[in-house]
T-cell receptor
Framework: GEDVEQSLFLSVREGDSSVINCTYT??????LYWYKQEPGAGLQLLTY?????DMKQDQRLTVLLNKKDKHLSLRIADTQTGDSAIYFC?????????FGTGTRLLVSP | SAVISQKPSRDICQRGTSLTIQCQVD?????MFWYRQQPGQSLTLIAT?????????ESGFVIDKFPISRPNLTFSTLTVSNMSPEDSSIYLC???????????FGEGSWLTVV
């Protein structure tokens, strides 16, 4: 299908790790992105990964890419209450971004 | 990273009117895009704003409803024409930097049509 899929909701406790999963569809996608959207705000670019890489780490964020299964994940270490937001994955098809459905992350104290 | 300013940030509009949203970037960028995010939904690309020529629209979006201008490398406008309540959405400007890899979004323009 055409859809980029994410689980809708994830709840974790402060200090735990969060793992947000994404399944994309186009094996020719060149880059895959993760964005964060806080209430009432636009999209903040968190990180992106080139399709020929399988891992990228940036401070508390780790992106894993399984190209064979078209599966992307974002791990947030030591999750904080300020990480509560909606997280979108997006695959880049030529110049266009196709977004996932978004995962709402709730971090409780 | 590119800094993107959108105006207005929010507006309440009357049915049947039109509204123009502006997007200004603080550096020259190769690509500018307009996305729509309907309430509680993900983002959908409306069109690619091309400098000095007509925008390239995605399936389901037409120029008469969403006219777009891009007179230079740092500025674009999106007009939402003849609005109805179904047009109530967040409209987001996006830019792709000259490096080609990083794609940023503005804070969005939150439109409510009554």
């Amino acid at each position: 299908g055409e859809d980029v899929e994410q689980s809708l909701f994830l709840s974790v406790r402060e200090g735990d790790s969060s793992v947000i999963n994404c399944t994309y569809t186009d094996s020719s996608s060149t880059y895959l992105y993760w964005y964060k959207q806080e209430p009432g705000a636009g999209l903040q670019l968190l990180t992106y990964i080139f399709s020929n890489m399988d891992m990228k780490q940036d401070q508390r964020l780790t992106v894993l890419l399984n190209k064979k299964d078209k599966h992307l994940s974002l791990r947030i270490a030591d999750t904080q209450t300020g990480d509560s937001a909606i997280y979108f994955c997006a695959e880049r098809r030529l110049q266009k971004l196709v977004f996932g459905t978004g995962t709402r992350l709730l971090v409780s104290p | 990273s590119a800094v993107i300013s959108q105006k207005p940030s929010r507006d309440i509009c009357q049915r049947g009117t039109s509204l123009t949203i502006q997007c200004q970037v603080d550096s020259q960028v190769t690509m500018m895009f307009w996305y729509r995010q309907q309430p509680g939904q993900s983002l959908t690309l409306i069109a690619t704003a091309n400098q000095g020529s007509e925008a390239t629209y995605e399936s389901g979006f037409v120029i008469d409803k969403f006219p777009i201008s891009r007179p230079n490398l740092t500025f674009s406008t999106l007009t939402v024409s003849n609005m109805s309540p179904e047009d109530s959405s967040i409209y987001l400007c996006s830019v792709q930097e000259t490096s080609g890899n990083t794609i940023y979004f503005g804070e969005g323009s939150w439109l409510t049509v009554v």
